[in-house]
């Protein structure tokens, strides 16, 4: 699993510090970890217009004329999903986390264990909200549910997304689009990925979605499907139990 994580803090050493254990965090869990750093809220709200898919940020409060509460307001009016941890060496702001929804407060400097868990934490509510993908297409903006999303086809540069809205196209590579989707999704020929939500039956060839499509699947993919496919159910019938 891939979480883009992003850590705002404007003291170097404390951002070297944080990033090292969150990437140390990532490889003991066996998480892909894409890690952005930011010395102030107006450098991360310029990148957050542009990428508004970071799963995590962990968000120092004193920095300069913009601080960490009034950086997590405006990201909360319209981003519920994003799990936000203050990291501080002030500990009088609990209020103001609460009206943003922060899920932790670590207090400087960051213990590695303490962090560690809070980072699990975000994990686990991550797991249970659902996903909304930020696509580019004819210069437009348009975010998708990950759910909504049947099948991907690549073309020569870019691919065609198939949702229960319809099509659109964007231009990435088929690779591109398989890490960007990330779990939920499987490869199942070199031009093609589907939604493992979508998969209704597996053939020796093809993959058949619930929306009734036919998706080739290559001899070479078959044993990764259908593992994927076995997985991906016994994870849903696992949150359902809890």
Not at 72 to 82: G, H, L, T, V
Not at 116 to 141: H, I, M, P, S, W
């Amino acid at each position: 699993m891939m979480y883009q994580i992003a850590v705002c803090d404007d003291n170097n050493t404390d951002v070297a510090f944080i990033t090292a254990l969150v990437s140390q965090w990532g490889e003991e869990s066996g998480y892909v970890i894409k890690l952005d750093s930011f010395s102030s809220a107006e450098g991360f709200l310029f990148c957050y217009e542009e990428k508004k898919e970071y799963d995590i940020l962990l968000l120092d409060i004193e920095m300069g004329r913009k601080n960490g509460i009034a950086l997590a307001r405006q990201i909360r009016q319209e981003n519920d999903r994003i799990q936000i941890v203050f990291v501080t060496g002030f500990p009088d702001f609990a209020l103001e986390g609460y009206e943003v929804a922060a899920l932790h407060y670590l207090m400087k400097p960051v213990d590695q264990e303490k962090l560690y868990q809070v980072l699990d934490r975000a994990v686990k509510n991550l797991d249970k909200t659902e996903r909304t993908l930020l696509f580019v297409t004819d210069g437009e903006k348009l975010g998708i549910l990950a759910r909504e999303i049947f099948m991907v086809e690549a073309f020569a540069h870019s691919v065609e997304i198939t949702t229960k809205a319809g099509s659109f196209r964007t231009s990435m590579s088929i690779s591109e689009a398989e890490e960007y989707l990330g779990e939920g999704f499987v490869r199942c020929h070199r031009s093609y990925i589907v939604g493992l939500s979508h998969v209704r039956r597996i053939m020796r060839n093809a993959v058949i979605l619930d929306n009734g499509m036919e998706v080739p699947l290559s001899r070479s993919n078959y044993q990764a499907v259908n593992q994927a496919f076995i997985e991906h159910y016994r994870k849903e019938e696992y949150n359902e139990d809890i």
